[in-house]
C-alpha cells in the first residue's frame, strides 16, 4: 500500500487535535451548562471532525491487511470517506438552515461548507477512477481539509473565549 507515511501523520495530527480539544474544555472553567450552543456545537464539530479524519486516515491499512488490491483498498476508502465528508456537510448545513445552530462566523462556515462539497465529490469520482486518478492523493486533500475545518473550528473557539474573558 502507498502513502503510509502522510496517513499515519495524519491520524496523529487528528488526535492531537482532539486531545488538545478536550484541554481547552477542561480548563474553560465553566460547565457546558453555561455554553452557548455555538460553543457546544462548534466542539462537537472539532470532535468529530478529528475523529472522522482519524478513521478515514486509517481505513486503508485494514483493508491492506486483508489482502485487498490497491485499487480496491483506495475506491473504498475514497468512497467512503466521501460519503462521509458529504454527509457531514450536510448535516451542519440542514442544522444552519433550520435556525438550530447560527455560525459565528457565516464566510468561514459556508466557505468550508461548499469546498466541503467539493471534496466530497472528488473523493467520489475519484473511488470510481473518473477526473481524478484512484489512490491517496485525493485522501490526503480530503483528511487536510477535514483537519483544516477543525482548526478553524477550534481557533474560533478559543478566539471569541479570550475576547470574552477580557
Do not use: H
Not at 474544555?25 to 455554553?35: K, T, Y
Not at 475514497?78 to 462566523?105: C, D, E, H, Q, Y
Request: aromatic residues 12%.
Amino acid at each position: 500500500m502507498q502513502g503510509e507515511g502522510p496517513l499515519l501523520t495524519i491520524a496523529q495530527i487528528s488526535v492531537a487535535l482532539a486531545g488538545f480539544a478536550s484541554v481547552v474544555i477542561a480548563l474553560r472553567g465553566s460547565g457546558p451548562q453555561s455554553w452557548t450552543p455555538q460553543d457546544r456545537f462548534g466542539l462537537a464539530n472539532v470532535l468529530a471532525a478529528s475523529v472522522g479524519t482519524l478513521l478515514g486516515s486509517l481505513m486503508p491499512f485494514p483493508l491492506a491487511y486483508f489482502g485487498w488490491s490497491n485499487e480496491i483498498v483506495w475506491g473504498v476508502t475514497n468512497a467512503t470517506f466521501g460519503a462521509i465528508v458529504l454527509s457531514a456537510v450536510s448535516f451542519l448545513a440542514i442544522s444552519v438552515k433550520t435556525g438550530r445552530t447560527p455560525p459565528r462566523t457565516p464566510l468561514v462556515f459556508w466557505s468550508f461548507v461548499g469546498s466541503g462539497c467539493l471534496i466530497a465529490a472528488m473523493l467520489l469520482l475519484s473511488a470510481f477512477d473518473l477526473w481524478f486518478p484512484r489512490g491517496p492523493a485525493i485522501l490526503l486533500v480530503g483528511l487536510i481539509w477535514t483537519l483544516l475545518a477543525a482548526f478553524a473550528q477550534l481557533a474560533t473557539f478559543l478566539l471569541v473565549t479570550l475576547a470574552s474573558d477580557s
